[in-house]
Antibody, heavy 117, light 110 residues
Framework: VQLLESGGGLVQPGGSLTVSCAASGFTFSAYAMSWVRQAPGKGLEWVSAINPNGIGTFFADSVKGRFTIFRDNSKNTLYLQMISLRAEDTAVYYC???????????WGHGTLVTVSS | QTVVAQEPSFSVSPGETVTLTCALTSGSVTTNNFPSWYQQTPGQAPRTLIYSTNTRSSGVPDRFSGSILGNKAALTITGAQADDESDYYCILYMGGGSRLFGGGTKLTVL
């Protein structure tokens, strides 16, 4: 299993960014996926999850209405679209593969998003 | 608002057994929360140790075990080693697709 995040970078407050996660080594379309973030020096925070078929999506209260999660099962890729970004969204963003029932078993190495003017 | 509580820090001597816990500030942790445990060293991605209460992730030594103890989830490390010194996080499934991490436990082995 490999999960490779990309698309992080520096963005101004109020700006937008989409990060991606390319998956390989498993049947991507069969598993739910999540995004988890970690602000500098802080703990882990679950951000969002998506069902295998992409129809069910779920968000932490801190990002609801600003972030969208979606996936392209034909490309084995997971996405997180972020708008109205705030300084407190600055974090390393990890994608994580779910087990069949429950939480995560595999993680990517993360991509850093910095929100600053 | 429900919070997932972990011990902020814990110290253990090499070879000893340590149990870290994961509790809800409102209610009990059960297997329906699918408690999972992750280990993280500075600058590294998290590593999955245990998922769905007590299932060890691939390649994880059997000295790591998960359980429900009373109304909490627990991670037990039997025979702590120096390289177990890390941050440990639990996560609970809260229903409706939502999940909550605990604040993490910084484990020192000395």
């Amino acid at each position: 299993v490999q999960l490779l995040e990309s698309g992080g970078g520096l963005v101004q407050p109020g700006g937008s960014l989409t990060v991606s996660c390319a998956a390989s080594g498993f049947t991507f379309s069969a598993y739910a996926m999540s995004w988890v973030r970690q602000a500098p020096g802080k703990g882990l925070e679950w951000v969002s999850a998506i069902n295998p078929n992409g129809i069910g999506t779920f968000f932490a209260d801190s990002v609801k209405g600003r972030f969208t999660i979606f996936r392209d099962n034909s490309k084995n890729t997971l996405y997180l679209q972020m708008i109205s970004l705030r300084a407190e969204d600055t974090a390393v963003y990890y994608c994580a593969k779910h087990v069949t029932t429950g939480n995560f078993d595999y993680w990517g190495h993360g991509t850093l998003v910095t929100v600053s003017s | 608002q429900t919070v997932v509580a972990q011990e902020p820090s814990f110290s253990v001597s090499p070879g000893e057994t340590v149990t870290l816990t994961c509790a809800l500030t409102s209610g009990s942790v059960t297997t329906n929360n699918f408690p999972s445990w992750y280990q993280q060293t500075p600058g590294q991605a998290p590593r999955t140790l245990i998922y769905s209460t007590n299932t060890r992730s691939s390649g994880v030594p059997d000295r790591f075990s998960g359980s429900i103890l009373g109304n909490k989830a627990a991670l037990t490390i039997t025979g702590a080693q120096a390289d177990d010194e890390s941050d440990y996080y639990c996560i609970l499934y809260m229903g409706g697709g939502s999940r909550l991490f605990g604040g993490g436990t910084k484990l020192t082995v000395l």
